[in-house]
C-alpha cells in the first residue's frame, strides 16, 4: 500500500472531499489505485456517484456565494501558502505520482515543481485582474469592464499528469474567485487527494476545492458536471473525442468551456539545424514520460540531407535508457498506464512495418517487465498512410519522416485535424518565423522541445481544442466581462 512507501502518509487519502472533509461514497463501494509498474494495489479509493458529485456541486454553490467576495489579495496569500505547502511535501507528492503514474521518480520531482509552479504564478495573478475604462460615443456616457468570477466550475484531469493537471485548472479558477468540483482520472486519484489535503491546510474555506472520486459512474458523473445548471464553466484535459462528448452534454446550459484535447505534434528538422541539439530536442519531446504527453512529438519530420545521420543519433541516444518501474533509481523511461496503452503502441508499430517501415530501435513488448512496458521504438521510413502518423500513439515510438522541401513539410505537417504543439529546428532566421507563422497548432517549440512554463499560454487550435492555461490570460477562462456604462448628467 502506498501509506508503507511514502515518506508522509497523512497525505495518502482514499475518500473524496467535499465540503471539507474527506467522505466515503454512500454505497461504501471502493476502487483500486495500482501501480502501473507492477500492478500492486496502492489504495483502495471511494467509488462515488451521482448523488455525491450533487453534493460537492452544492458545497461549492453554497461557498461560491462568500468566496466570490475575497479580496483577491487574500486569495493570492491561500494560493501562496498552498504552493509553500507542496514544496514542503514535493518528496511525498512525488513518491505518489510516480507510484500511481508510473513515471521515474525524477519526472515526477519534476512535475511537483511544475505543477506548485501554478500555485505560484497564479497567487501572483490574482490581484491583477482588472477591467479597462473606455471612452463611448454618447459624450455623457462612462464605461467600465469588470472582470467577475464565472461561478463554480468543473475542472476534468486525465492521468498523465495528476498533479500539475489539477493545479493549472484550479490555481486559475481559485485566483478568480470561484469555487470548484474536480473529478480526477480514475488511475490517478492520490495526487489529486492529496492536493485537497494541503489546501485545507492552507486555509481554504470548506466548500471552496471539493473532490469526487469515481471509477463506476465515471461517465453519469461527468455529464451531471456537464449538465447542471448551477456549474458554469467546465473545464476538460483529455482526448478530442471525449472532448466532444463533453460539448454535446454542455450544450444544453451554454457553459463557457475549455478544452485541451489530443494533439499530433510536427516536429521538423531542417537541414540547416543544429543537429546535436535537434536529437536532444527530440528526445525531451517525444520520449517524455515516455511518450504520454499531449505535447509530445508524434511525427518527426527530417530533411534528407541529414536523415541518415539523425537517426543514427537519435538511436546511439535511445539505447542507452533504462526502463523499469518509476520508483527504480536507475529507471530512465517508466511503464505506460496500462496494458491497452502498451497494445496500441504494438498496433502502430506493426501496421507501420507491414506497410516498410524499418525498426531501428525497440519495436516490441517489454514482456520481461510487465505487460504495461514497451521499449522504446524509433521507425526509419515512416509514410503519410501509416496509424502512427495519423493518431497520437501516446507512447515510446519516435516516427521518422523524410522530406526535400519546406512547403512540402508545412504541408505535411497542418494535415492534421488536431492543432496542440509542433517544434522545428533551423539556424536561419527568416524561415524561423516564416515556419512559426505558418504552422497550424496553438504552441510553437523553436530549436527546444521542452516549451512547458506556467508563463506559456497552453492550449490548441482545430480539434486540440480552445481555451488557454497558465499565463496570464489563464484567468480569463474563469472569469466573465461585465460592461457599466454611467449617465453623468451635466451640471
Ligand atoms: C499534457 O500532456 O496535456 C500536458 C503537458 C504539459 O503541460 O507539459
Redesign the pocket.
Not at 540547416?272 to 504527453?293: E, M, N, P, S
Not at 513488448?365 to 526509419?380: E, K, Q, R, W
Not at 509542433?422 to 518565423?433: I, K, P
Given at each position: 500500500m502506498a501509506t508503507n512507501i511514502v515518506k508522509n502518509p497523512e497525505l495518502v487519502k482514499e475518500s473524496s472531499y467535499i465540503n471539507g472533509q474527506f467522505v466515503s461514497s454512500d454505497s461504501g463501494r471502493k476502487f483500486a489505485v495500482k501501480n502501473p509498474a507492477t500492478e500492486e494495489v496502492l489504495a483502495e479509493v471511494s467509488d462515488c456517484g451521482v448523488a455525491e458529485a450533487n453534493r460537492a456541486v452544492d458545497a461549492a454553490v453554497e461557498a461560491f456565494k462568500s468566496f466570490k467576495k475575497t479580496t483577491p489579495r487574500s486569495r493570492s496569500k491561500l494560493l501562496r501558502r498552498w504552493y509553500e505547502l507542496m514544496m514542503e511535501n514535493a518528496e511525498t507528492l512525488a513518491q505518489l505520482i510516480s507510484l500511481e503514474n508510473g513515471k521515474p521518480l525524477a519526472e515526477a520531482k519534476g512535475e511537483v515543481n511544475?505543477s506548485a509552479s501554478f500555485l505560484e504564478w497564479f497567487s501572483e495573478e490574482a490581484p491583477r485582474i482588472g477591467g479597462q475604462t473606455t471612452q463611448t460615443s454618447a459624450p455623457a456616457n462612462r464605461l467600465y469592464t469588470l472582470k467577475q468570477p464565472v461561478g463554480p466550475v468543473a475542472i476534468l484531469t486525465?492521468w498523465?499528469?495528476p498533479s500539475?493537471?489539477i493545479t493549472?485548472k484550479a490555481a486559475a479558477a481559485l485566483a478568480a474567485g470561484c469555487t470548484i468540483v474536480a473529478k480526477p482520472a480514475a488511475e490517478t486519484p492520490l495526487s489529486c487527494l492529496a492536493l485537497a489535503h494541503l489546501a485545507e491546510q492552507a486555509g481554504f474555506p470548506k466548500g471552496v476545492f471539493n473532490v469526487v472520486t469515481t471509477d463506476k459512474s465515471l461517465k453519469d458523473v461527468g455529464k451531471l458536471l456537464c449538465e447542471h445548471p448551477k456549474i458554469k464553466k467546465v473545464s476538460f484535459?483529455g482526448s478530442t473525442a471525449v472532448g466532444k462528448l463533453l460539448m454535446g452534454q454542455s450544450a444544453s446550459t451554454m457553459k463557457k468551456l475549455s478544452f485541451?484535447l489530443g494533439?499530433n505534434a510536427p516536429f521538423i528538422v531542417f537541414d540547416d539545424a543544429d543537429l546535436d541539439l535537434a536529437v536532444d530536442g527530440a528526445i525531451a519531446c517525444k520520449f517524455?514520460?515516455t511518450g504520454?504527453?499531449?505535447?509530445?512529438a508524434n511525427r518527426i519530420f527530417v530533411h534528407k540531407k541529414i536523415y541518415d545521420e539523425f537517426a543514427k543519433r537519435l538511436v546511439e541516444k535511445v539505447k542507452k535508457f533504462k526502463l523499469g518501474p518509476g520508483m527504480d533509481s536507475s529507471t530512465t523511461h517508466g511503464p505506460l498506464i496500462h496494458a491497452r496503452a502498451a497494445q496500441k503502441v504494438d498496433s502502430h508499430v506493426k501496421d507501420a512495418v507491414s506497410k516498410n517501415a524499418k525498426v531501428l530501435a525497440g519495436g516490441t513488448p517489454a514482456t520481461d517487465l510487465g505487460a504495461s512496458f514497451y521499449n522504446i521504438t524509433v521507425l526509419s521510413g515512416v509514410t503519410k498512410d501509416m496509424l502512427c502518423m495519423n493518431e497520437e500513439t501516446f507512447g515510446p515510438l519516435a516516427a521518422l519522416v523524410k522530406f526535400s522541401d519546406e512547403q512540402e513539410v508545412i504541408e505535411l505537417a497542418n494535415s492534421a485535424e488536431v492543432g496542440?504543439a509542433g517544434y522545428f529546428f533551423s539556424e536561419n532566421v527568416s524561415r524561423v518565423y516564416r515556419v512559426a507563422e505558418e504552422l497550424e497548432v496553438g504552441m510553437v517549440g523553436v530549436n527546444t522541445g521542452a516549451?512547458?512554463d506556467p508563463a506559456m499560454p497552453?492550449g490548441g487550435v482545430k480539434e486540440s481544442g480552445f481555451g488557454r492555461?497558465?499565463a496570464s490570460m489563464g484567468t480569463d477562462e474563469y472569469t466573465v466581462v461585465k460592461a457599466v456604462t454611467v449617465a453623468v448628467k451635466s451640471n
Amino acid at each position: 500500500m502506498a501509506t508503507n512507501i511514502v515518506k508522509n502518509p497523512e497525505l495518502v487519502k482514499e475518500s473524496s472531499y467535499i465540503n471539507g472533509q474527506f467522505v466515503s461514497s454512500d454505497s461504501g463501494r471502493k476502487f483500486a489505485v495500482k501501480n502501473p509498474a507492477t500492478e500492486e494495489v496502492l489504495a483502495e479509493v471511494s467509488d462515488c456517484g451521482v448523488a455525491e458529485a450533487n453534493r460537492a456541486v452544492d458545497a461549492a454553490v453554497e461557498a461560491f456565494k462568500s468566496f466570490k467576495k475575497t479580496t483577491p489579495r487574500s486569495r493570492s496569500k491561500l494560493l501562496r501558502r498552498w504552493y509553500e505547502l507542496m514544496m514542503e511535501n514535493a518528496e511525498t507528492l512525488a513518491q505518489l505520482i510516480s507510484l500511481e503514474n508510473g513515471k521515474p521518480l525524477a519526472e515526477a520531482k519534476g512535475e511537483v515543481n511544475y505543477s506548485a509552479s501554478f500555485l505560484e504564478w497564479f497567487s501572483e495573478e490574482a490581484p491583477r485582474i482588472g477591467g479597462q475604462t473606455t471612452q463611448t460615443s454618447a459624450p455623457a456616457n462612462r464605461l467600465y469592464t469588470l472582470k467577475q468570477p464565472v461561478g463554480p466550475v468543473a475542472i476534468l484531469t486525465p492521468w498523465n499528469f495528476p498533479s500539475a493537471m489539477i493545479t493549472r485548472k484550479a490555481a486559475a479558477a481559485l485566483a478568480a474567485g470561484c469555487t470548484i468540483v474536480a473529478k480526477p482520472a480514475a488511475e490517478t486519484p492520490l495526487s489529486c487527494l492529496a492536493l485537497a489535503h494541503l489546501a485545507e491546510q492552507a486555509g481554504f474555506p470548506k466548500g471552496v476545492f471539493n473532490v469526487v472520486t469515481t471509477d463506476k459512474s465515471l461517465k453519469d458523473v461527468g455529464k451531471l458536471l456537464c449538465e447542471h445548471p448551477k456549474i458554469k464553466k467546465v473545464s476538460f484535459t483529455g482526448s478530442t473525442a471525449v472532448g466532444k462528448l463533453l460539448m454535446g452534454q454542455s450544450a444544453s446550459t451554454m457553459k463557457k468551456l475549455s478544452f485541451e484535447l489530443g494533439g499530433n505534434a510536427p516536429f521538423i528538422v531542417f537541414d540547416d539545424a543544429d543537429l546535436d541539439l535537434a536529437v536532444d530536442g527530440a528526445i525531451a519531446c517525444k520520449f517524455r514520460h515516455t511518450g504520454q504527453t499531449c505535447i509530445c512529438a508524434n511525427r518527426i519530420f527530417v530533411h534528407k540531407k541529414i536523415y541518415d545521420e539523425f537517426a543514427k543519433r537519435l538511436v546511439e541516444k535511445v539505447k542507452k535508457f533504462k526502463l523499469g518501474p518509476g520508483m527504480d533509481s536507475s529507471t530512465t523511461h517508466g511503464p505506460l498506464i496500462h496494458a491497452r496503452a502498451a497494445q496500441k503502441v504494438d498496433s502502430h508499430v506493426k501496421d507501420a512495418v507491414s506497410k516498410n517501415a524499418k525498426v531501428l530501435a525497440g519495436g516490441t513488448p517489454a514482456t520481461d517487465l510487465g505487460a504495461s512496458f514497451y521499449n522504446i521504438t524509433v521507425l526509419s521510413g515512416v509514410t503519410k498512410d501509416m496509424l502512427c502518423m495519423n493518431e497520437e500513439t501516446f507512447g515510446p515510438l519516435a516516427a521518422l519522416v523524410k522530406f526535400s522541401d519546406e512547403q512540402e513539410v508545412i504541408e505535411l505537417a497542418n494535415s492534421a485535424e488536431v492543432g496542440l504543439a509542433g517544434y522545428f529546428f533551423s539556424e536561419n532566421v527568416s524561415r524561423v518565423y516564416r515556419v512559426a507563422e505558418e504552422l497550424e497548432v496553438g504552441m510553437v517549440g523553436v530549436n527546444t522541445g521542452a516549451i512547458s512554463d506556467p508563463a506559456m499560454p497552453f492550449g490548441g487550435v482545430k480539434e486540440s481544442g480552445f481555451g488557454r492555461e497558465g499565463a496570464s490570460m489563464g484567468t480569463d477562462e474563469y472569469t466573465v466581462v461585465k460592461a457599466v456604462t454611467v449617465a453623468v448628467k451635466s451640471n
